[in-house]
């Protein structure tokens, strides 16, 4: 089944802790990116890659890290989490990036940092 | 910059009423339309697009067609049922860009 994974669904943390959420998608896509969701404020891409080894920043970069060495998978680092990076995260894949494919979105990663 | 604004929520609506979601949109180059759908606990969806002016896009029996003249995209479907409640999303993306831009997001509740 074609998908995009996110794992995990739920984390809880504490400030500082680094975390990793991953990321993984079995379409052979070349785009991937990350969202995080907040109330009130849609969804704000954090980082977008159109392909192996390369990376770049989105909208709100600052506090994450990526990074993509294989074209399957996607991690979003979190090197020192802070209480406002408290949100619900989502990976998304596509084909590739001409501005007209479709978005193919993993299920979510809630993270709270307490 | 672009951007793009939708009215906000909650919509509550009755079975079978019909549903109107605004999206109005800026954009410095040629968009393409699209709406999302969230559902409960899941990830965003595509639900419909529309990559040029007067293209209409539809799916499970949704609508919405890419107006230039008033730069909108709204969404419109004639009988909702209980399992369109959802979030809904407006989005765009511009020819030479990088990245998809979304509004925030209208939140619908359906009634039974």
């Known amino acids: 089944e074609a998908q995009v994974t996110q794992n995990p669904r739920y984390l809880i943390t504490v400030t500082g802790k680094k975390l990793t959420v991953t990321c993984s998608q079995n379409?052979?896509?070349?785009?991937m990116s990350w969202y995080r969701q907040d109330p009130g404020l849609g969804l704000r891409q954090i980082y977008y890659s159109m392909n192996v080894e390369v990376t770049d920043k989105g909208d709100v970069p600052e506090g994450y890290k990526v990074s993509r060495k294989e074209k399957r998978n996607f991690p979003l680092i979190l090197e020192s989490p802070s209480p406002n990076q408290t949100s619900l995260y989502f990976c998304?894949?596509?084909?590739?990036?001409?501005?007209?494919?479709?978005?193919?979105f993993g299920s979510g990663t809630q993270l709270s940092v307490l | 910059g672009d951007s793009v604004t939708q009215m906000e929520g909650p919509v509550t609506l009755s079975e079978e009423a019909f549903l109107t979601i605004n999206c109005t949109y800026t954009a410095t180059g040629y968009p393409s339309l699209f709406w999302y759908v969230q559902y409960p606990g899941e990830g965003l969806q595509l639900l419909l697009k529309?990559?040029?002016?007067?293209d209409k896009g539809s799916n499970k029996g949704f609508e919405a067609t890419y107006r230039k003249e008033t730069t909108s995209f709204h969404l419109e479907k004639g009988s909702v049922q209980v399992s369109d409640s959802a979030v809904y999303f407006c989005a765009l993306t511009v020819w030479g860009d990088d990245k998809i831009i979304f509004g925030k997001g209208t939140r619908l509740h359906i009634l039974p």
């Open positions: 998304a894949s596509s084909l590739s990036w001409q501005g007209t494919e479709k978005l193919f």
């Open positions: 379409m052979n896509h070349e785009y």
């Open positions: 529309a990559t040029k002016a007067d």
